[in-house]
């Protein structure tokens, strides 16, 4: 069929219908004259349906680009964390999702809905659609704890309680915050971590003087930052643990910088006093000089109790502060224990035998088995189980309970809030379809702007939080020279895939508590892939650590050794050359490096090979001996010349 004819049929010109056809997916050239005509009857058939579709479509794209040059023309600045799902950034944007899929695009970043990207990409997207970016991790806490507190909304309930406390125990690692928690509850928590280091969020309930108390345990590490800020935002009260023998840390500090700005009550825990190194005092007069924190005793507000996990001494007076303290703030912990559950995830990670898995903290209602579950607006799933923090199964969960949910259908991310809805209000159509082994983008540099030696890494952990925690904690290694690059971060074992993405991206497979069979260790041999696993978090740091270490290149720096003054020449042979001297300066020793100085200026370099004094070969001379030198130089030495003589160190930069 003629062009002509077909443009006459759809009531079109010529032109028209050349500009629209490849459009609507039939790209028959700009110049054709004639056209088959079994493909003009499908075009004549799909006309008015596809023309429909793309002035739609072209619509959109319009509605896009005035979004756009709207955000360009008032120039907004948005607030996001370090990281953020491309879904919840085109809602921050103000923009559709497509929109935002297309810019990561065009940098080379395939990302889908719910994977996450860093700051840095959001950034770059952010300054090509004419938005602002700036770091907010504190506006994000905040917007969770008024999401919480809107969730939590208890005005006109007639059915109020005062909930049982949350208590967040805090400290540097190793002071001693799980034996703590171990001899309050008399259980053996220690042993179960590895190191005897708390690397996850566990959360335990105690009963004192017929009152139930809930413990909120979080990691002292550094790497846990973020894991003890959600352990301070989900709790009422709060002890900060301190070591008798050792006194203020950085992590402690960092620590009641977190207690403070959560405005949270807290009791300061002195711990090992039965040590013979202890010393309670002076750990008190640091309190007061480092953190302004005045004992009751010392005419101050800081309550502190001395005690020994290890012998159980201090620990009944401290069980009672905590009591005392959670009366004089009961107001604030009133709850509806007939409200449909709500609360904070404190830990998700996938069970080999339950699937994914999730500690919920419950803040107001009761939890019970058969409950919809949402997260961010999205369908989690059905209560199948619950389960205490002693692994025994319940019905329900009531206000400040800790417990286990089974039946979920993906891990949500800590420090999300949870509630329950009713079947008739979920809606259907945000049922999530996150995998077990969910990824989250990461663009450590810009490719353009790094010309140093990356790292890649893909890394796969136990539980989300630990992976979240070695993330935040590499990251911070990056330098000029060196850089890691998280390639991939998911959950569960180190699978074939795994080592799939790591060959194609020549990186390394790290595991933290996670298991690998045999089938992937043969497949990773094959593609020369490393793959390493860890228990103990810090373990992993310090080999990554090591690892960019090697990668530095040293600085040279020069050592200037001392002086000689050339008295004798004795003989000169191309290179090498063998003259008499006095020491005028410092100490030279063999197989040094030299400058030969005349006239105050240096006229060349040479190398400093043997030393003699008293016709025996020595390793040094000292100032104003006399020595023989072989010296190899290109310069041809005099009498009266200078040589100073110096080595150089390769100097490495620490990490």
């Not at 506006?139 to 309680?161: H, R, Y």
């Not at 302004?292 to 007076?317: F, H, M, N, T």
């Not at 569960?492 to 992937?520: H, L, M, P, S, Y």
């Not at 030299?594 to 000292?622: M, S, Y």
């Amino acid at each position: 069929m003629n062009i002509t004819e077909l443009a006459r049929r759809l009531r079109v010109s010529p032109q028209e219908l050349r500009d629209t056809l490849p459009k609507i997916g039939f790209d028959i050239g700009q110049k054709a004259i004639k056209i088959d005509q079994y493909l003009a009857q499908r075009i004549i058939r799909e006309w008015p349906r596809l023309t429909r579709d793309l002035k739609n479509r072209e619509e959109r794209e319009r509605q896009q680009e005035e979004a756009v040059a709207t955000a360009r023309a008032e120039r907004r600045v948005v607030k996001i964390g370090p990281v953020i799902t491309v879904k919840d950034l085109a809602n921050v944007f103000g923009l559709p999702v497509n929109r935002i899929l297309t810019e990561l695009m065009q940098n080379g970043i395939f990302a889908s809905l719910n994977e996450k990207i860093d700051f840095d990409t959001a950034t770059i997207i952010g300054s090509e659609l004419g938005i602002g970016v700036v770091a907010s991790e504190e506006e994000a806490m905040d917007n969770d704890i008024n999401e919480l507190k809107e969730a939590e909304n208890i005005s006109g309930s007639n059915n109020l309680i005062v909930r049982p406390p949350i208590v967040v125990v805090m400290g540097h690692v190793d002071h001693g915050k799980t034996q703590l928690l171990d001899a309050i509850r008399h259980t053996d928590v220690v042993a179960t971590e590895a190191g005897g280091i708390t690397q996850h969020i566990g959360a335990y309930q105690i009963s004192r003087k017929d009152k139930e108390v809930t413990f909120v345990d979080t990691p002292g590490h550094e790497a846990f930052t973020a894991m003890r800020k959600r352990g301070a935002k989900v709790a009422d009260l709060a002890i900060l643990v301190i070591a008798a023998d050792d006194g203020i840390k950085p992590q402690t500090i960092e620590a009641y910088r977190i207690i403070k700005e959560a405005k949270i009550p807290f009791v300061v825990a002195i711990n090992k006093i039965d040590k013979p190194e202890a010393n309670v005092d002076r750990v008190k007069q640091e309190l007061a000089n480092e953190l302004g924190l005045v004992p009751e005793e010392w005419g101050g507000k800081a309550i502190i109790c001395s005690v020994s996990a290890r012998y159980g001494q201090g620990i009944d007076e401290l069980l009672d502060t905590i009591l005392l303290l959670a009366d004089l703030n009961a107001e604030a912990r009133l709850a509806d224990p007939l409200a449909k559950a709500v609360g904070t995830i404190i830990e998700s990670h996938i069970d080999k035998g339950e699937g994914p898995v999730a500690t919920v903290l419950v803040h107001n209602g009761t939890l019970k088995i058969g409950d919809n579950l949402m997260c961010n607006q999205q369908y989690y799933g059905k209560v199948r189980a619950l389960k205490d923090y002693r692994g025994q199964l319940i019905q329900e969960a009531g206000p400040s309970t800790p417990v286990k949910v089974i039946g979920l259908r993906a891990t949500p991310e800590i420090g999300d809030i949870v509630r329950v809805e009713s079947v008739e209000h979920r809606n259907k159509t945000k049922i999530i379809a996150k995998q077990e082994n969910q990824a989250i983008i990461t663009k450590v540099q810009d490719d353009n702007s790094f010309k140093g030696t990356p790292i890649n890494l893909v890394i796969k952990t136990d539980v989300y939080g630990s992976g979240e925690a070695i993330e935040e904690s590499l990251l911070k290694l990056n330098n000029e020279e060196v850089a890691v690059r998280i390639i991939y971060r998911g959950l569960g074992n180190i699978t074939e895939g795994d080592v799939v993405r790591a060959a194609a991206n020549q990186a390394k497979v790290i595991g933290f508590n996670v298991g690998v069979n045999a089938q992937v260790e043969d497949l990773a041999r094959d593609k020369g892939v490393l793959i390493e696993r860890y228990q103990i978090i810090y373990d992993l740091i310090d080999k990554v650590r090591q690892d960019m270490q090697a990668l530095m290149k040293p600085e040279i720096k020069r050592i200037n050794l001392g002086q000689v003054k050339v008295l004798a020449i004795f003989k000169q042979e191309g290179m090498t050359q063998i003259v008499g001297g006095k020491v005028i300066e410092g100490t030279i020793r063999a197989d040094s490096l030299l400058e030969v100085v005349r006239g105050g200026e240096v006229i060349g370099q040479g190398k400093l090979v043997h030393l003699q004094a008293g016709r025996q070969e020595v390793k040094e001379v000292v100032t104003d001996q006399e020595c023989g030198l072989q010296i190899e130089s290109l310069e041809v030495l005099k009498v009266g010349d200078i040589l100073r003589i110096y080595r150089e160190d390769e100097v490495f930069k620490k990490m």
